[in-house]
């Protein structure tokens, strides 16, 4: 149950994000769409993409114990 409505939370922000940045770039094109601001605000603030690094390798990187892998998605 918990799995689920993380799925959906998930789903429904990404889902939300790229509605937003189509909208600005149909709206005020490319210079304000997500991609362009935080490449522009990263020349600036190195640590930006140091700490995006950061967060993909917390997210897809090294999971070992507790996380236990179940034979299949139902548990």
């Known amino acids: 149950m918990i799995r689920t409505i993380t799925r959906i939370i998930i789903l429904s922000t990404v889902v939300l994000w790229i509605a937003y940045d189509i909208f600005v770039y149909l709206i005020y094109g490319n210079p304000a769409t997500e991609s362009a601001v935080i ?37």
């Open 39 to 75: 490449a522009t605000i990263s020349f600036y603030h190195p640590y930006i993409p140091f700490l995006a690094g950061l967060l993909c390798g917390h997210l897809f990187f090294d999971m070992r114990e507790p996380l236990d892998w179940p034979k299949d998605e139902t548990k």
